[in-house]
């Protein structure tokens, strides 16, 4: 795999703390360090409560850390507002969430055009990556429906292709499989090692699964909003 | 993200909850349709009035002695020797002969002759000034009107209608500058010989024989009685009648004015000729009645009425503005999560705000549209009831009536304006609310 000098994400004592300076101040994450790569496959493992979801806001930009330097790609994310950070989540980053999120009501193929909508891509040429897209995800027959006639399997597949419109840098999966039964589950993780594998996106999957964060060349173990251990290993799929 | 997409994506929105979406609209379709109906009926009335009175003619004064206003005394008929005189009308008019016109109609006297067979004609003679056809819309079917020259010459022409013609000659072909003899009947002159040369023929319309009775007449005796008009120049008239200017008294004369002159430049002239005249009458004074006058009071009554309209429908715009606020705040809620999607998916705060001010826009403006063409359905409508009632009402000017029914266009881009701008007014605080929502806590919220 090859590996550029500049890590993709990198974090430096970031913490999270939540009412800060009130009596109930909580703090979610301590000190975390941690180095991501163009072209890694990461999964972060943790329980419930253990603040992966946290920092996986955090690296989506979804939220802000309470304390410590995030740089992605090489800039801080420190100084952007509102607008950068909108901008950069939707050229730079792909999410795929544990419940789908599509926008109901619309076909699934409107639903992958709408970063690019954002993004200010032509009607035309949205159209056309979309039908591209969609296609890759094995969903060509289906463009036209709307997520309520889609089942789990097909909707997260609908969401994987909406994360990759803009062809970001990163594609942040939050419990992906979460929702779906063990079989739609590995056609799924199956996507993200296709995609990992062929077209070399860094991807960062949450998960409170072992098994499949097995499957990833590199695992982060997260507890009580630490990581206790980051470990890399050549991983062989069948 | 641009325009267009915006303006489809609310319509998309919109079409989802149809029935909230058309209940949310109810108070702004109330509320414009009322104004466009009243503004409908209002304009289709006074163009109406408008067209009626240019047929008509308004475009004369009619002078006539009448008591002064607010006089409290003992009232007594005006004396014989203030009554108004053709002489004083002429003198008016000679006094500004370039700016003034007088249109004579209403000089009588009654005839009588015998046809070919021996059979005793009656007939009414008219002294007319040479306007008096144009004005009055009557239809010459052979020769000519009367001309200036038959005026100022006191010739002695005349115009008859087809119907005389029928029992004269008993024929209504070659009738041209043949002579027609008859007495006076009436007058200080009754049994003159009077004799006058046609020079045009007139065909009545129906409305008129009705009036007339020609279509009534069963028989050859019915239509001997029935009397029809002989059109001269009053001047001539003065002469074979042998009577004067000063001698012939006006109930009322119609004054017209020329493209030199205004009317208001005439009513003044008017005014500045009479006024001396009538100054030590306490109770007589000479009245100015100018149709378009009471047309305007018509039309000042419709302003009113569309005015109170509109405050009605400017409150029930606020109220429906708060409609739509109310259902853009729960519709919001209810799409956290779907805003908390799109942020995360890079939607900027703007891109929310727009999205939920063009939908509040667009529900008003749908509204509005549906409201106008309710409106313009309920104004037409009822203008055409109306002016059936009018017709039944009116009958002798049932020709003139001619229904314009004529949607008011300013009534219709100021209310399209007015709803725009409710939904934008009632929509920017929910709109402004969603775009600043928090991505992660719109995410989260369940």
Redesign the interface.
């Known amino acids: 795999m090859k590996r550029s000098n500049e890590p993709v994400i990198h974090m430096d004592s970031i913490t999270k703390k939540y009412y800060v300076g009130e009596p109930n101040e909580l703090q979610i994450l301590f000190d975390i360090g941690l180095d991501i790569y163009e072209g890694e496959f990461v999964s972060i493992v943790g329980a419930s409560g253990s603040g992966k979801s946290t920092l996986m806001?955090i690296i989506?930009l979804?939220?802000r850390q309470t304390d410590g330097e995030y740089l992605l790609n090489g800039k801080s994310t420190k100084v952007f507002d509102?607008?950068q950070l909108?901008?950069i989540?939707?050229?730079e980053i792909g999410?795929v969430?544990q419940n789908f999120?599509?926008?109901?009501?619309?076909t699934a193929l409107k639903n992958v055009e709408?970063?690019m909508?954002?993004?200010?891509v032509s009607q035309k040429k949205r159209t056309e990556r979309a039908m591209e897209l969609i296609k890759l995800v094995g969903m060509g027959d289906r463009y036209t429906h709307d997520p309520s006639r889609l089942s789990g399997g097909q909707k997260q597949r609908v969401a994987i292709a909406?994360a990759m419109a803009?062809d970001p840098s990163i594609i942040l999966a939050d419990e992906p499989t979460g929702a779906l039964d063990t079989k739609t589950g590995r056609m799924v993780m199956d996507l993200f090692h296709e995609l990992h594998e062929k077209q070399g996106k860094t991807i960062v999957l949450i998960t409170h699964s072992p098994e499949l964060a097995s499957e990833t060349e590199r695992m982060l173990t997260i507890s009580d909003g630490r990581i206790v251990s980051d470990y890399t290993r050549e991983v062989r799929r069948v | 993200?641009?325009f267009a997409?915006s303006v489809k994506m609310a319509f998309?929105?919109l079409s989802?909850n149809k029935m909230r979406s058309f209940l949310t609209m109810l108070g702004i379709i109330i509320g414009i349709s009322a104004v466009i109906t009243i503004t409908t009926i209002g304009n289709s009335i006074s163009s109406t009035l408008t067209n009626t009175f240019n047929q008509i003619g308004s475009t004369k004064l009619i002078i006539y002695p009448d008591v002064r206003e607010g006089f409290s005394g003992e009232w007594n008929d005006l004396p014989e020797d203030e009554q108004m005189t053709l002489e004083q009308v002429q003198e008016l008019i000679n006094l500004h002969p370039d700016e003034l016109t007088y249109s004579c109609n209403d000089m009588y006297g009654g005839v009588e002759t015998l046809n070919p067979d021996g059979d005793p004609i009656g007939a009414t003679l008219l002294g007319v000034s040479d306007d008096y056809f144009d004005q009055f819309k009557k239809q010459i079917v052979q020769g000519r009107t009367i001309s200036k020259e038959d005026m100022m010459n006191q010739k002695n022409t005349c115009i008859v209608s087809e119907f005389f013609c029928e029992q004269y000659f008993g024929t209504t072909e070659n009738v041209i500058g043949k002579t027609i003899k008859f007495n006076t009947l009436t007058g200080q002159n009754a049994g003159r010989n009077i004799k006058l040369s046609i020079v045009g023929v007139m065909e009545y319309t129906d409305l008129e024989k009705n009036q007339l009775g020609i279509n009534h007449a069963r028989n050859k005796q019915d239509r001997l009685n029935i009397k029809t008009y002989i059109y001269m120049p009053y001047n001539t008239m003065l002469k074979v009648m042998s009577l004067t200017a000063k001698e012939t008294k006006l109930n009322s004369a119609e004054i017209g004015w020329t493209k030199d002159c205004t009317k208001e430049s005439a009513k003044a002239y008017i005014e500045d000729y009479f006024s001396p005249l009538y100054e030590k009458n306490e109770q007589w004074e000479m009245h100015i009645y100018d149709e378009e006058q009471t047309f305007g009071m018509i039309n000042t009554v419709l302003n009113v009425v569309t005015i109170a309209i509109s405050v009605i429908a400017a409150i029930s715009l606020i109220v429906g503005g708060v409609g739509v606020m109310n259902i853009m705040l729960v519709s919001i809620l209810e799409r956290t999560?779907?805003i908390?999607?799109?942020?995360?998916?890079?939607?900027?705060?703007s891109?929310i705000r727009s999205q939920f001010v063009i939908e509040a826009i667009i529900i008003c403006l749908t509204g509005g549209t549906i409201g106008v063409i309710i409106g313009i359905v309920n104004g037409i409508l009822i203008s055409k009831i109306a002016s059936m009632v009018l017709v039944t009402m009116a009958a002798e000017y049932a020709e003139y009536i001619v229904l314009t029914v004529q949607p008011s266009i300013p009534a219709i881009i100021i209310s399209l304006a007015f709803s725009m701008l409710t939904g934008l007014i009632f929509g920017y605080y929910p709109a402004k609310r969603a775009g600043n929502m928090n991505?992660?806590d719109a995410?989260r919220y369940e």
Request: glycine share 8%; net charge positive; proline share 6%.
């Open positions: 806001n989506g979804l939220d509102d607008k909108s901008r989540r939707n050229k999410f969430f999120n599509l926008i109901p009501k619309i709408m970063p909508m954002y993004a200010g909406r803009n | 993200m641009n997409e998309t929105s989802i999560r779907e908390g999607v799109r942020k995360a998916l890079g939607a900027l705060n891109d991505p992660i995410l």
